[in-house]
């Protein structure tokens, strides 16, 4: 097979060390396996971004040596495609306009465990407005998928989210819509990323069968977590990376993978101990782990170490 693998950063702030996670677990596991290695950049949500993220991250990849085949692509750049297909989806009766805000949906009292959750009161009300969000019909998007570290995964999104939007009512298409026709579209065979998309997964297999797309095989790795429990992200205070110190960011991250790099490596290129880890990540090590705490690598090695 002839793997193809990604990394699809969102452009909403610099790489820290939880990105860089997905990064090199992506990375790492396409190279063993001969496969490229992508970057996609999901810059379809403005309002979420911060300006000079993209070119941050690209240049804080470059700096720790994690070299991508093909140019950069950016989701922003197929706007009119993704639209174009979530229209076909509507002539074809499998979506449809909605124009309920999610006051609407909340006072209904349809709350569901990811927010809420909507039981398609528009389905049958064939809306032409323009600012209407675009929702696909999921009545049967429930199934179960392998997932290659975390086992067999349950997914029921008619209990849980009901049907799910394609298209914001501001115009800009949903996350899932862009991820799946990308991955079909750049031939993705392999996905390599956090277990906080793991309860989404579902979603996206149920949009790739509606547009007949393939299903790549998914390996979702764990997230690195704060002493309180909360996904290491900007959000939650993340530091940005200090790319100019690759070698110890490098064995912090390979560490949190499973791999204590050898001394003779403590003063390497970051892309001599990628080539080390090719040869030497077992992914196998994090079968079924969905965490790890970000104080668990530092007790890892001694301070001046890292330095
Ligand atoms: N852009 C998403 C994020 O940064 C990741 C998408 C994916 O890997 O499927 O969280």
């Known amino acids: 097979m002839n793997y193809v693998g990604r990394f699809a950063p969102s452009p909403t702030g610099p790489l820290h ?6 990064a090199v677990s992506s990375y790492l596991h396409a190279r063993q396996a001969g496969g490229r ?4 950049i999901e810059d379809i949500d403005p309002p979420r971004e911060m300006p000079g993220a993209s070119d941050a991250i690209l240049s804080d990849l470059e700096a720790l040596e994690l070299y991508w085949d093909d140019k950069p692509s950016y989701q922003s750049s197929h706007l009119d495609e993704y639209r174009t297909i ?6 074809a009766g499998l979506a449809y306009r909605c124009s309920c805000s999610r006051r609407d949906i909340r006072s209904r009292g349809d709350e569901g465990p990811l927010g809420y959750r909507y039981s398609g009161v528009c389905r049958g009300r064939q ?6 969000a675009i929702r696909v019909n999921a ?6 998928f392998e997932d290659g570290l975390q086992g067999e995964c349950a997914y029921d999104v008619p209990a849980v ?11 800009l298409p949903a996350y899932h819509l862009a991820v799946v026709v990308d991955d079909a579209r750049q031939g993705i065979t392999h996905i390599v990323r956090g277990t906080d998309l793991l309860d989404l997964t579902g979603i996206q297999i149920h949009l790739q069968r509606t547009l007949n797309l393939p299903t790549p ?10 002493d309180a429990g909360q996904k290491l992200s900007k959000r939650t205070g993340a530091e940005p990376l200090r790319a100019s110190n690759g070698n110890a960011v490098a064995r912090e991250v390979l560490n949190y993978l499973g791999l204590k790099a050898p001394r003779e490596l403590h003063r390497a290129r970051p892309a001599e101990l990628w080539s080390w880890a090719i040869e030497n990540w077992e992914i196998d090590a994090l079968q079924g782990i969905k965490e790890i705490t970000l104080q668990s690598i530092h007790t890892g090695f001694a301070e001046n170490e890292l330095q």
């Open 139 to 144: 009545d049967s998007a429930r199934g179960i």
């Open 17 to 22: 060390m939880g990105s860089l996670m997905a």
């Open 86 to 91: 979530a229209e076909r989806l509507i002539d």
């Open 37 to 40: 290695w992508l970057v996609r």
């Open 127 to 132: 809306l032409h407005l323009r600012d209407t």
């Open 161 to 171: 989210l009901g049907d799910y939007v394609i298209f914001r009512s501001d115009g």
């Open 217 to 226: 095989v998914y390996i979702h790795v764990p997230i690195i977590v704060n």
